[in-house]
């Protein structure tokens, strides 16, 4: 099969200006590229700017400098509005505080990205119940996001992830809000998602237990990649690629 890249970065640097004056910079020629069907896990301790990475891939943010590609198409320096619409178009978003609007109900929720896409009322609705279906809430339409677990919230953000169709979801920490037991669920559906639908996942995580569910790490640290391959059997060999960062 022909692998089509879905994201291309090279040589991405971000630089952060610090309210207290300087600058900081947070990436340093951050390049790799994530293929179609993929399930890759960014990994690296708090603060070595995953979030930061995510932000780029997601077309949330811009990089300083460097090429950021999605589906081929330079985004580098596109326009918040151009912006807008490409992250509604390709991508699925998955945040670890689920980010649903607390006073309205699931189906609205799930609803709410296709709004932008000029869907008749009754197309709309009968894709956010099948998502609903797919994530198994479908007989909670109703309820509002604080009547329900936090799994179940995840779960109404991956199906409002879903809802757009896209190729691509990116979740940032999926199951830090989430006991481990909750956490499994979650990490089992993107395995799902994955496999059986072919969607590409990339997931942010700090921690090695959940970067297992992915075939791919690329392990940040101090803003730089220091591994970039199959997910290895131990930690350890993560860590032993921080340690040689440190050295040079
Ligand atoms: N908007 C910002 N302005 C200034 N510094 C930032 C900003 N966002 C992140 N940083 C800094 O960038 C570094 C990496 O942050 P982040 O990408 O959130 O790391 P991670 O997600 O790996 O914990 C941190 O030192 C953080 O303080
Ligand atoms: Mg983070």
């Given at each position: 099969?022909?692998?089509?890249?879905?994201?291309?970065?090279?040589?991405?640097?971000?630089?952060?200006?610090?309210?207290?004056?300087?600058?900081?910079?947070?990436?340093?020629?951050?390049?790799?590229?994530?293929?179609?069907?993929?399930?890759?896990?960014?990994?690296?301790?708090?603060?070595?700017?995953?979030?930061?990475?995510?932000?780029?891939?997601?077309?949330?943010?811009?990089?300083?400098?460097?090429?950021?590609?999605?589906?081929?198409?330079?985004?580098?320096?596109?326009?918040?509005?151009?912006?807008?619409?490409?992250?509604n178009e390709?991508?699925?978003?998955?945040?670890?505080?689920?980010?649903l609007l607390?006073k309205r109900n699931i189906l609205d929720n799930v609803m709410l990205p296709l709004m932008y896409r000029g869907l008749p009322m009754s197309e709309r609705l009968e894709r956010a119940r099948e998502m609903l279906q797919l994530?198994?809430l479908e007989?909670f339409e109703t309820y509002?996001?604080?009547?329900?677990?936090?799994?179940?919230?995840?779960?109404v953000?991956?199906a409002r992830a879903l809802a757009g169709n896209?190729?691509?979801?990116?979740?940032?920490?999926?199951?830090?809000?989430?006991?481990?037991?909750?956490?499994?669920?979650?990490?089992?559906?993107?395995?799902?998602?994955?496999?059986?639908?072919?969607?590409?996942?990339?997931?942010?995580?700090?921690?090695?237990?959940?970067?297992?569910?992915?075939?791919?790490?690329?392990?940040?640290?101090?803003?730089?990649?220091?591994?970039?391959?199959?997910?290895?059997?131990?930690?350890?060999?993560?860590?032993?690629?921080?340690?040689?960062?440190?050295?040079?």
């Amino acid at each position: 099969m022909k692998q089509t890249p879905i994201i291309s970065m090279k040589k991405i640097c971000k630089v952060f200006p610090l309210e207290v004056g300087g600058e900081q910079q947070v990436l340093f020629d951050v390049s790799f590229t994530i293929n179609s069907g993929e399930f890759v896990a960014i990994m690296g301790p708090s603060g070595s700017g995953k979030s930061t990475c995510m932000n780029i891939i997601g077309a949330l943010d811009g990089a300083t400098s460097g090429i950021y590609e999605l589906y081929g198409k330079d985004i580098t320096t596109l326009l918040p509005d151009e912006l807008a619409k490409i992250r509604n178009e390709y991508i699925g978003f998955v945040f670890q505080n689920f980010n649903l609007l607390p006073k309205r109900n699931i189906l609205d929720n799930v609803m709410l990205p296709l709004m932008y896409r000029g869907l008749p009322m009754s197309e709309r609705l009968e894709r956010a119940r099948e998502m609903l279906q797919l994530v198994n809430l479908e007989n909670f339409e109703t309820y509002l996001p604080t009547q329900l677990s936090g799994g179940m919230k995840q779960r109404v953000a991956i199906a409002r992830a879903l809802a757009g169709n896209p190729k691509l979801i990116l979740a940032d920490e999926p199951t830090g809000a989430l006991d481990s037991k909750m956490g499994n669920e979650i990490l089992k559906f993107f395995k799902k998602l994955n496999k059986e639908l072919g969607i590409t996942i990339v997931m942010i995580t700090h921690e090695f237990e959940i970067a297992q569910y992915a075939n791919r790490v690329i392990h940040i640290y101090d803003g730089r990649i220091t591994y970039d391959g199959p997910v290895p059997k131990s930690e350890s060999v993560l860590l032993k690629s921080e340690q040689k960062a440190r050295q040079k």
